[in-house]
């Protein structure tokens, strides 16, 4: 039933390509505060010593940074919403999507952000679906990303 409805959220995406319009501070400030509301700590940093580094999620201290390079607030909430979906694997233990998905996801990020495809092959193979999960998420409309996190962490 859980990978039904998840089907039933990426579909939009899937079948329209309905990438996410509404990237402004009122997302970020809700997806921030649903991710700190749920255990994690979402902070910014220079990330000076991680140079080409947007943000990250650190599993063991259940801690999401968002680095000072972004010029929009798109930018923004392109990273933590990228970092909020490896937060949902944790919560889920694993994978979110079926692997029946993934070919499609990979085709329609491919088509849409094929940057976003093609830098996935900088992954060890092993992590290559969690960062295709991750960027997928980050391109959906941030309804959708909370309805996601609602689902896998509370």
């Known amino acids: 039933?859980?990978?039904?409805?998840?089907?039933?959220?990426?579909?939009?995406?899937?079948?329209?390509?309905?990438?996410?319009?509404?990237r402004d501070w009122d997302a970020i400030d809700a997806l921030r505060?649903?991710?700190?509301?749920s255990g994690a700590r979402v902070m910014q940093d220079d990330c000076s010593r991680l140079?080409?580094?947007?943000?990250?999620?650190?599993?063991?201290?259940?801690?999401?940074?968002?680095?000072?390079?972004h010029d929009d607030p798109g930018a923004v909430w392109d990273t933590l919403?990228?970092?909020?979906?490896?937060?949902?694997?944790?919560?889920?233990g694993g994978d979110l999507t079926r692997p029946a998905l993934h070919r499609q996801m990979a085709?329609?990020?491919?088509?849409?952000?094929?940057?976003?495809?093609?830098?996935?092959?900088?992954?060890?193979?092993?992590?290559r679906l969690a960062e295709l999960e991750a960027r997928y998420t980050a391109k959906l409309e941030p309804q959708q990303v909370f309805r996601l996190f609602k689902r896998y962490c509370g």
């Open 51 to 69: 140079p080409q580094v947007l943000g990250l999620y650190h599993r063991p201290s259940d801690r999401i940074v968002i680095c000072r390079v």
């Open 81 to 92: 919403a990228h970092e909020a979906a490896h937060r949902m694997q944790a919560c889920q």
């Open 33 to 37: 505060s649903r991710l700190e509301a």
């Open 107 to 127: 085709r329609t990020l491919g088509r849409h952000y094929p940057r976003e495809l093609a830098s996935l092959q900088a992954y060890p193979p092993r992590q």
């Open 1 to 22: 039933m859980a990978m039904r409805s998840l089907l039933i959220l990426f579909a939009p995406l899937l079948l329209s390509a309905g990438f996410c319009s509404a």
